[in-house]
C-alpha cells in the first residue's frame, strides 16, 4: 500500500529540489543498472524513471547525450533500443562507487598525495586533470601543486590515464612531520577545502530525508515503487554532496562533522528501501533476454554489507 506521506514527500521533493535529467539518469544507471549486468531496454527505463518527473522525450534526449560524452553506448536489436554503461563510463562509476558505498578510513598515518602539474601542460588538458582531481577531492596548495590525504592510489592512476597526463605530471607521496592535528596543519585544510560549506550541505541533507527515515522506519507495509522513488532521491542528492566532499580523514575534520551523520542517516535508509526497490528494479526493466540478471555479489558489500536475497526477501 502506497504512503499517502511518502508520496507527497516525493511530489515536494520533485517540485522544490529541480533536477537535471541527465544527473537523475546516472544515479539509476549507476545505482540500480550497473549492478544487474548495466545493459537496458530503453522502453523499460522510460516506464522505471516516468514517475521521478521524467518523459519520454526528456529520457531520449538525455541518453543521447550521454551517449555523446561517453557514459552510455547503445545497440539495436529489432526495433529495440538497449543502451549500456560503457567501459569509461564504468570505470567513473567505480570511482563513485568507493566514495558512496564505502566510509573513509577512520585513521590516518600523514601520509599525503601530491599531483605536480607543470606549465608546459596545455590549458585544455590542464583544466580536465584539476577538474577530475577536485572532483576525487584534490585541494589546491598552491600554484599547480594538488594534494589529498590518504587518497586512492589507484584511482589517481585511472584519473592520469584517463585524461592522457600519466607521462606528463609529477605524482608523488609526502609524509606529514608535524603532529597530525597541529593548528597549521588545520589551517591549511580550511584554506584548501570549505568545509563550511559542505557541512551546510550536509546539513540539508539530513533536514530533507530524517522525515522519510523515519516515516518508512515505522511502516508496516512498504510499497516497492515508493521505496525505489526514495533510494533514487537519497542516492542522488547523496551523490551531490559527495561531488564536493574531499573526504577527509577524521583527524582532520571539525567534532560532530555532519557529514558522518549524513552517511549514517543515508546507510539506514537505503537498508530499509533496496529490497524493495530492487524487487520494483526487476519487475519493470528488460533485456533482451528477458528479465534484468541477478544483482553482482559486490552490490551487497554496499554500506558495510546488505542482507542477501534470501534474506532480504527478493526473489
Known sequence: MKSRYISQWIKDFLDHHPTRANSLIITVYGDFIAPHGGTVWLGSFIKLVQPLGLNERMVRTSVYRLSQEKWLVSEQLGR????????????????AYRRIYFAPQDTWTGEWQLVMIPSSLSGTQRDALRKELAWAGYGALASG???HPSADTEALLD???ETGAHDKVVAMKAVNISALTSKPLQELVHECWNLEALSAKYLDFIELFRPALRTLRAASNLDPEQCFLVQTLLMHDFRRALLHDPQLPSQLLPANWSGGVARQLCR????????LAQQHLLSVCETANGQLPPAAPYFYERFGGLEPPSASGIS
Request: glycine content about 4%; proline content about 3%.
Open 80 to 95: 529495440k533500443s538497449y543502451y549500456s554503461l560503457t567501459t569509461s563510463g564504468r570505470r567513473r562509476f567505480e570511482h
Open 145 to 147: 601543486i594538488l594534494a
Open 159 to 161: 584519473i592520469l590515464q
Open 268 to 275: 539506514e535508509l537505503y537498508s530499509i528501501t533496496y529490497p
